[in-house]
């Protein structure tokens, strides 16, 4: 089964030399076992621990990640890139019916028994 997930979702295209930095502030996760072109499954949470919400981290290369998660916590990731202690530089694809413009990446997901 092929489905587009390109344009529910908000993604947060990310660079930055320790990019782990901003995740690290924001997750509970451990950033020390991320590798190349995998995904992870972020827990965000405020300064107390106290879950925020969830998302989807495509981890690029050594210093981009793509983070893709609900409309309901892309302000928490954004608050988190423009105030943060990290020196990030960040793009931010609204999804579909928040986007005056257009998409700058797309996604699709291979789903079922022979999806390798």
Known sequence: MLLDQSFHMTGHHIEAADVKCLVGDMAV???????????EHVEIC???????????MFILDD???????RPTNRDWVR???????CDVDAVTDYRAPDNTGR????????RGEDAW
Not at 63 to 69: A, P, Q, T, Y
Not at 103 to 110: C, Q
């Open 103 to 110: 998409r700058t990446s797309y996604r699709f997901e291979v």
């Open 63 to 69: 210093r981009r990640v793509s983070i893709v998660n």
């Open 46 to 56: 405020n300064q107390e621990g106290r879950y925020i919400a969830d998302a989807i």
């Open 79 to 85: 608050f988190h890139i423009e105030t943060g202690k």
């Open 29 to 39: 996760n451990s950033m020390a076992n991320l590798r190349q072109e995998i995904a």
